[in-house]
């Protein structure tokens, strides 16, 4: 049977970069310092001979889209993409977002339906963007209230769920005023917010024997996960599963942003030493995670595709989480990209409501000084 999908001809393939830009300035990690107000996000869109539109954030940058300019355009959208699988050509890979925008079009159904419309709607969605900004300025810090503020600003335009940047000791104070500064912040947003999920992320910044000082301090505040606690490994990970047996924490160990090893990954979730694993949504991608999901669903575990950086990356994440299931929480990432017009998403009692519109719902961003043609795109 012909499908548009056959019909279709990819005979553009262009590059843009708009901006995006967060709510307020972030500031640092574990790791990192400022993350600043936003940055700029490197996007391909696609059009077909036949007039069908589709764009997505671009795997592997500038480089990925104008390898896949020059050797892609022309080919039929069957050739490259199939609606059951996703990217089927790996020279496709870079446009894995722009494609199941444009099947989503080319089919008239939303994303998520494509992947199976297996998750629930809406889509629950936590607060990411809780940083240290406690030790910002550095001339005056504003310490707690600072979080707090954030926090409630973050509740006013919808979040129940926070998650806590920890490890203040690795980088940006001595290990026990770093941890005291965790313990306190922690404590403070649990008051604050009794009702809310409380999640912690420290970017690897803790020692097993650290983590454990602050579990032990903050074993009253009932968190709902742990990620990243320190660089993953059998050892460290058994031992805090049973600290958190002693301790009666259901939290949940989330693990697999930094630099994955997927098949360790793996072998530490089928053993039930991580319970969600967070590879990236974009670098990783909807094809990687759509062929990993059965396994990873016959090992019960759950996955939540790491986000941070771009609020495009919150919604596609929430299209994996309502298309496959299996996503206990997606990362939100506050904050608006130009020319995207995203009001079909809405973010509500903590949870983010999803068009139902083709693709990703998401009209295309404008053409103006931000788009880069790539060089012999068009044909
Ligand atoms: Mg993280």
Redesign the pocket.
């Known amino acids: 049977m012909m499908s548009p999908l056959t019909e279709h001809r990819v005979t553009e393939i262009r590059m843009v970069r708009p901006g995006d830009r967060y709510p307020r300035t972030i500031g640092r ?1 574990a790791r990192l310092g400022s993350h600043g107000d936003g940055g700029r996000v490197t996007a391909v869109c696609l059009a077909t001979d036949g007039g069908a539109r589709g764009w997505g954030v671009a795997l592997g940058g500038a480089d990925g889209v104008e390898a896949a300019a020059r050797s892609l355009t022309g080919r039929a959208v069957a050739d490259l993409f199939d609606p059951a699988v996703g990217v089927t050509d790996p020279a496709a890979l870079p446009l894995d977002l722009a494609l199941h925008d444009l099947a989503g079009h080319l089919l008239g159904r939303p994303v998520y339906e494509l992947l199976g419309a297996a998750g629930p709607r809406p889509v629950p969605c936590y607060d ?1 963007a809780i940083y240290f900004d406690d030790l910002d300025p550095d001339d005056a810090p504003r310490g707690v209230e600072a979080v707090l503020a954030n926090c409630r600003d973050d509740e006013r335009a919808g979040h129940r769920a926070f ?1 806590l940047k920890i490890g203040r000791g690795h980088r940006w104070m001595s290990p026990g005023d770093g941890l005291r500064r965790d313990v306190e912040v922690t404590r403070a947003v649990r008051a604050q917010h009794p009702g809310a999920r409380i999640l912690v ?1 420290a ?1 690897d910044g803790y020692s097993p024997d650290g983590l454990r000082a602050y579990l032990e301090a903050v074993a009253d505040c009932g968190l709902y996960w742990i ?2 606690p320190f660089p993953e490994n059998r050892a460290d990970l058994s031992r805090l599963r049973a600290e958190l047996a002693r301790l009666g924490s259901t939290a949940l160990v ?1 693990d697999g ?2 630099e994955p090893d997927v098949p360790l990954l793996l072998d530490l979730a089928a053993e039930g030493l991580v319970d969600v694993l ?1 590879m990236d949504v974009v670098s990783f991608g909807f094809t990687a995670w759509r062929a990993l999901w059965p396994r990873v669903r016959s090992l019960g575990v759950q996955i939540s595709p ?1 986000a ?1 950086g771009q609020p495009l990356k919150t919604r596609y994440a929430a299209h994996l989480a309502a298309g496959l299931g299996g996503v206990p929480i997606v ?1 939100g990432v506050p904050g608006q990209t130009d020319g995207v017009d995203a009001s079909g998403y809405r973010l509500e009692d903590g949870a983010l409501h999803l068009p139902g519109t083709p693709g990703f719902g998401m009209p295309l961003p404008v053409t103006d000084a931000s788009t880069e043609p790539v060089e012999g795109a068009t044909r």
């Open positions: 990690n990411a998650k992320d970017n990620e990243e989330a942003e930094h967070l790491h941070w990362e």
